[in-house]
C-alpha cells in the first residue's frame, strides 16, 4: 500500500462497500472485459488526489483517462465513448484494489459473491465455464463415434502403450476416454489438475522426447477445454474467460512455457522411434495451426505456443533442413490464399470485392517461417500489412527481437530493429523503452548501427519522441538535443533542472539560442507570469556566462534588454527582484 494517502486506505467496510457498488454498477460482461485489460496491464500508474478521487489512464484503442470518485462511485467518470460504467473503470478499480492489498478476485466475482450472500446459488448457475470433458466440437463428433470412450480403464491404459505409434488425433481421443470418468466439472485450476492427474495416470513408459511431448498435449488439451470458442454461435459477439478460467489458463501457459523453454531430448531414439516422433511433432504443429488460426488479436492462446514449438522444439534439430520449414509455409500460404478466395469473391465487377483482413495469428506464423527460412524480407512484408490492418500488439513484435538477441545475431538483429521501429509507434513507452535497450546491445555490437537508429527514431517522430530524447541525453549528443529542443519549440522550464544540468556542465554554450529564445517568448507574452519565468531563465544565463567567463557580453545583453523593455514596468520589478538590473 505503498504511496496511498492515510486517508484513502480502505477498511474492511469500505472494502465490502465497494464490492456491492461494483455489482450494482458493472454488468458481468463489462467487468470480464475489464479484468483482461487489468491483466493485460494496460492501466497506468493510478494517482490519488485530496478530492477522495484516483485517476489512471488506461490503454484502450486510444489512451483513456479514467477519474473514479471513490466516495460516490457513481459519478465516475471515463473519457471513452461509452456513456455508462465501462471496461477501462473496472480495470482501474482492479489495479486498485491490487494497490490497496486487497483481493482482485473479489471484484471479478461481484455479481456472484453478493448474489451468495441474498439467496443460495441455485445449481449450475456458477460463472465458471461448467460442463463434461467429454463435451465435443461438431468437428469432434465424428471421430466419438468411432472412439474408445465406451472403453473399461484397463482397456484405456493397455490402448495407451501404444502411443508412440498412434497419431496426436487418437491421442486426444484417447485423453476424452480418459476424463469421461469425472463427469462434469469446471474449468477450474483445481478441477484440471484433477483431470491432469487422470491423464498422467495412463502414460506408458516412453522415451524422454516422447515424454516431453505427452506432457505438452496433456497441458494442451486441458486449455483447450478452459477456453470457450472467440465468438458466440448465435450473437457473435466476442466470448471472455471466466475469472476461474482464466486462472486455469494462466496455470498452463506458464507450464508450457516452461517446457518449450526445455531442449528436446531425442537420446537413444533411432530408425523407426525416431520416425515415429518426427511425426507425432509434424502433427502437434498442425495442431496448434489448425487452433491458432480462428483466435482473434484480443484472445491469443495457441499462437504463442505453435511460434515457441517452432523455435524451441523444431528449428534447432532442422540443422539446415529447410524442407519442413519449407511445407510449413506451403500450408500457412495456402490458408491464406483459401481466405482470400473465399472472402474477396468478385460480384459483379472488381469494384465490388470485400476488402479482406488477414487473421493476425496467420500472419505471425507466416512471418516466423520467413524469419527461420533467413527470408527477413518477406517476414518484415507481411509484419508490416498486418500491422497497417490493425495494428500488432508490441510483445508480438518485440518476441522477434529477442529472439535474435538470444542467438546473438547483432547485424540482423540491427536490421529488425530498424524495420519493426514503426510498427511499435503510437504505443505507450513500455515496448519503447525495451526497444531502446535492445538498440543498446545492437550497438555494443555493431558499432556502424549507431546512425541508423538516429534516422529511425526520426521516422518514428512524434510517437518516439520521449526515447528519441533520452537516447540523445543518455550519450550526451547535447548539440542534437539542443537543436531538436529549439526545432520543436520547447520551453526550457518544461524540463527538470537535472535534465539541464549535465548540459551546463558540458556544453554550457549550446543552451544560449535556447535560453535567449525562450526569454523572448516569456516577454512577448506581457503578464506577470511571463515576466516572472523570463526572470527565471535570465538568472540561468548569467550564471552560464560567467562559467564561461563572459560577463562583459552578458552586462550588455541585460543592459540592452532593460532599456528596450523600459515601458514594460512589471517586468522591470520583476528584474529588480531578480536583482538582474539596479
Not at 494462466?250 to 523453454?261: H, N, R, V
Not at 527481437?401 to 546473438?408: F, G, N, Q, Y
Amino acid at each position: 500500500m505503498m504511496n496511498i494517502p492515510k486517508d484513502q486506505i480502505m477498511d474492511d467496510t469500505q472494502w465490502q462497500a465497494l464490492i456491492r457498488e461494483v455489482a450494482a454498477l458493472f454488468n458481468n460482461l463489462t467487468i470480464m472485459r475489464g479484468f483482461q485489460y487489468y491483466k493485460q496491464k494496460r492501466v497506468g500508474s493510478i494517482n490519488f488526489n485530496d478530492a477522495q478521487a484516483i485517476t489512471a489512464e488506461v490503454q484502450g484503442s486510444e489512451s483513456y483517462e479514467v477519474v473514479l470518485r471513490m466516495q460516490d462511485l457513481s459519478s465516475s467518470y471515463c473519457a471513452c465513448p461509452v456513456n455508462s460504467p465501462c471496461k477501462h473503470m473496472a480495470a482501474v478499480l482492479m489495479s486498485y484494489a491490487e494497490q490497496q492489498g486487497r483481493p482482485v478476485p473479489a471484484l471479478v466475482n461481484a455479481h456472484a459473491s453478493t448474489a451468495l450472500k441474498q439467496t443460495s446459488k441455485p445449481a449450475g448457475s456458477t460463472s465458471a465455464r461448467a460442463y463434461s470433458f467429454g463435451d465435443v466440437t461438431k468437428q469432434e463428433e465424428a471421430i466419438q463415434d468411432n472412439s474408445s470412450d465406451g472403453y473399461q480403464y484397463s482397456e484405456i491404459k493397455e490402448r495407451a502403450t501404444e502411443l508412440a505409434g498412434m497419431d496426436i488425433t487418437e491421442w486426444h481421443e484417447l485423453f476424452r476416454a480418459s476424463l469421461k470418468r469425472l463427469g462434469t466439472g469446471t474449468a477450474t485450476t483445481a478441477y484440471v489438475q484433477e483431470a491432469a492427474d487422470e491423464l498422467y495416470a495412463i502414460k506408458p513408459k516412453m522415451s524422454v522426447a516422447m515424454d516431453q511431448l505427452f506432457e505438452l498435449h496433456v497441458q494442451l488439451y486441458l486449455m483447450r477445454y478452459c477456453i470457450p470458442p472467440a465468438r458466440n454461435s448465435i450473437t457473435h459477439t466476442p466470448v471472455y474467460l471466466s475469472y476461474p478460467a482464466q486462472l486455469a489458463v494462466d496455470a498452463l501457459q506458464k507450464g508450457i512455457e516452461t517446457l518449450l523453454l526445455q531442449s528436446l531430448d531425442l537420446s537413444g531414439l533411432k530408425s523407426t522411434a525416431l520416425e515415429q516422433f518426427w511425426a507425432r511433432l509434424d502433427e502437434t504443429s498442425a495442431y496448434l495451426r489448425a487452433e491458432m488460426l480462428p483466435e482473434t488479436a484480443n484472445m491469443m492462446f495457441f499462437t504463442p505456443i505453435y511460434s515457441k514449438l517452432w523455435l524451441n522444439w523444431i528449428v534447432p534439430w532442422l540443422r539446415g533442413r529447410q524442407a519442413m520449414l519449407e511445407s510449413e509455409l506451403l500450408l500457412l500460404n495456402e490458408a491464406e490464399a483459401k481466405i482470400l478466395s473465399s472472402g474477396g469473391a468478385v460480384t459483379g465487377t472488381e469494384k465490388n470485392a470485400r476488402k479482406v483482413t488477414l487473421p493476425l495469428p496467420l500472419v505471425l506464423a507466416q512471418s516466423w517461417m520467413y524469419y527461420h527460412l533467413e527470408q527477413d524480407s518477406s517476414a518484415w512484408q507481411k509484419l508490416i500489412h498486418g500491422s497497417s490492418a490493425y495494428g500488432i500488439p508490441p510483445e508480438h513484435l518485440l518476441y522477434f527481437l529477442h529472439t535474435l538477441t538470444d542467438a546473438a545475431e547483432w547485424t540482423r538483429l540491427s536490421e529488425w530493429l530498424v524495420q519493426l521501429g514503426p510498427l511499435l509507434a503510437n504505443r505507450r513507452n513500455a515496448p519503447l523503452q525495451d526497444y531502446m535497450r535492445l538498440w543498446d546491445i545492437a550497438i555494443q555490437h555493431v558499432p556502424d548501427a549507431e546512425h541508423r537508429m538516429w534516422d529511425t527514431l526520426v521516422s518514428m517522430l512524434p510517437h518516439s519522441r520521449p526515447a528519441y530524447e533520452d537516447a540523445m541525453h543518455s550519450r550526451g549528443q547535447w548539440r542534437r538535443w539542443i537543436d531538436f529542443q529549439l526545432s520543436t519549440g520547447t520551453e526550457p522550464l518544461e524540463f527538470r533542472v537535472a535534465v539541464l544540468q549535465p548540459i551546463e556542465k558540458d556544453a554550457p554554450e549550446l543552451l544560449l539560442p535556447f535560453y535567449h529564445q525562450a526569454v523572448e517568448r516569456y516577454i512577448v507574452h506581457k503578464n506577470r507570469d511571463g515576466y516572472k519565468a523570463a526572470v527565471k531563465l535570465l538568472k540561468r544565463l548569467s550564471k552560464i556566462y560567467k562559467k564561461m567567463k563572459q560577463e562583459e557580453p552578458w552586462e550588455q545583453f541585460i543592459t540592452a534588454l532593460a532599456v528596450r523593455n523600459s515601458r514594460l514596468r512589471a517586468l522591470q520589478e520583476e528584474l529588480r527582484k531578480g536583482k538582474l538590473i539596479p
